[in-house]
């Protein structure tokens, strides 16, 4: 449970906060009105599992994988079937959304304002590795990772360059591949303690020019 608080806290952050403006705004009429009424209601729902299963059929009744909800109902219920410890399920759903996105972004969306952002994205391979690890699939995690490397070493945000190292070491781990682990381990330490993992953030004097 805290698990999950924690990952709706951070896709609140990254879904809303992170938006970016996109031109393909959806032009066929659809009706919203159970699909985001089932998505309001799944975090309350006394058997989630269940809601999480609705919420999916009732998205692919609406949606193609060109759809930004596409994308966002595979995040989101793939969250519910790890928690209730089907991971081999929530593998199978973060794998279609990244395939869609790999393929199809930016996604087409309802108002002209993408909700899906490339940084949703890259922390959804991190998510992909983790769920690959609870399989006890570490070869193939670590593959997947290294296949990701550049992108999420590349990435603007401090957290997925940091979980990124946190990720690829505990898949190493995993795979008794001690003596890498340890190595990407220091690694992620020696860039901890330089600043470089560090959240890049402007002084208040920097924003309001309070200083001549």
Do not use: C, H, W
């Not at 790890?82 to 199978?92: F, Q």
């Not at 890259?122 to 997947?144: H, V, W």
């Not at 860039?191 to 020019?209: C, H, W, Y």
């Amino acid at each position: 449970m805290r698990f999950l608080i924690v990952f709706l806290g951070l896709f609140t952050f990254i879904y809303t906060s992170i938006a970016q403006d996109t031109s393909k705004k959806r032009t066929r009429n659809i009706d919203y009105t159970q699909y985001d009424q089932l998505m309001s209601a799944i975090a309350y729902a006394p058997d989630k599992l269940k809601a999480a299963k609705r919420l999916l059929e009732v998205s692919d009744a609406l949606f193609t994988p060109e759809d930004e909800e596409y994308f966002t109902t595979r995040k989101i219920t793939a969250v519910y079937f790890e928690s209730g410890y089907d991971n081999s399920r929530a593998t199978e759903l973060t794998q279609q959304a990244l395939d869609a996105y790999e393929k199809n972004f930016p996604f087409y969306n309802r108002s002209g304002y993408a909700t899906v952002t490339t940084d949703y994205a890259l922390y959804s391979y991190l998510d992909l590795s983790r769920y690959l690890r609870t399989l006890n699939l570490f070869e193939k995690a670590i593959k997947y990772l290294e296949t990701k490397k550049s992108l999420l070493e590349g990435s603007s945000t401090y957290y997925i360059r940091q979980q990124f190292y946190s990720e690829y070491a505990q898949a190493l781990l995993g795979a008794e591949r001690y003596e890498e682990a340890i190595k990407v381990g220091l690694q992620l330490k020696d860039l901890t303690e330089s600043g470089a993992l560090s959240m890049n953030t402007q002084s208040v004097d920097d924003i309001f020019k309070t200083k001549p």
